[in-house]
């Protein structure tokens, strides 16, 4: 039981029909769209760099990574199956099959996410519970509908699955939990750094794990994600708080600062021009 158990934990599988690609795009125009007509750009500018870091970990380098001595020889970190065929390195006529699923499982998960994150950072301090809601009840509702849609609407069924085998990352996950909330607790837990503010690692805490939540949910309910309630908790405190704290200390300390200190490089700069 524990065996089956550990073992659902290392071996992160999603079965959907390719049109989950397809209605997962216009969603995220959707959300796009609104981010854009709010006037949201660090919330994309950050799910866009976040997105790009997230595809090259899982695109390049798990797929191409062997997934360890606990697996036989040619398996690799993340692998698909689409249509029931085996996807090959190289990839050669399944490049824009996998392409489809690559972008929607990282750089469209990361533009929600995190464009998400960011702004539930930014309106925690604002106190704008509207703003909270809005977008909260567009990127859950988004993930909640999008599954069922693709079931119910017969535009591509061709079945994909992905599996992520993790067993030789657990480790890295756990260690990069504990150093990550260290560290935020030395920044406002205490008054080491002038900044305590023991709420911020009570909030970082609960919408990493909400986070977390949003996405396995809907995967969960509507059996993409063949596991059960455990591996749903487990991944609601585990997953995205690998880079919650992180990323609340990236967005509130280390980007202000490079703004100001770009800033003060251009006025540099433009002073030295006109001495000149």
């Known amino acids: 039981m524990l065996n089956l158990l550990y073992e659902s934990f290392n071996r992160a599988t999603r079965n959907f029909e390719y049109d989950y690609i397809f209605i997962d795009s216009i969603f995220l125009t959707i959300w796009i769209t609104i981010l854009i007509k709010y006037k949201k750009w660090n919330p994309i500018k950050f799910g866009i760099v976040t997105g790009l870091i997230i595809y090259f970990i899982d695109v390049i380098v798990w797929f191409n990574l062997p997934a360890g001595s606990n697996y036989p020889s040619g398996t690799y970190i993340r692998e698909y199956w689409i249509g029931g065929v085996y ?32 702004i539930m950072f930014e309106n925690f301090v604002k106190r704008n519970t509207k703003e909270i809601l809005i977008f909260t009840l567009i990127f859950f509702g988004s993930w909640m509908l999008i599954p069922f849609l693709s079931f119910g609407i ?11 085998y993790m067993d030789t990352q657990m480790v890295a996950w756990v260690i990069n939990i504990l150093v990550g909330y260290f560290i935020l607790f030395l920044i406002y837990g205490t008054n080491k750094f002038k900044s305590k503010k023991p709420k911020i690692i009570l909030l970082v805490f609960i919408v990493g794990c909400t986070n977390g939540f949003f996405m396995e949910f809907p995967l969960l309910i509507s059996g993409i994600r063949p596991t059960g309630v455990l591996y749903l908790l487990y991944d609601v405190f585990l997953m995205f708080n690998q880079g919650a704290p992180y ?3 990236a967005y509130d300390k280390v980007l202000p600062w490079l703004v100001v200190k770009t800033k003060k490089k251009t006025l540099k700069e433009i002073e030295t021009t006109i001495q000149i």
């Not at 017969?154 to 992520?164: G, M, Y």
């Open 87 to 118: 996807i090959p390195r190289p990839l050669g006529n399944y490049f824009w099959p996998k392409f489809g699923a690559d972008f929607m499982m990282t750089f469209s998960y990361s533009m929600f996410a995190f464009g998400w994150l960011w």
């Open 154 to 164: 017969p535009l591509n069924d061709t079945l994909v699955e992905s599996v992520r």
């Open 247 to 249: 990323l609340y200390i």
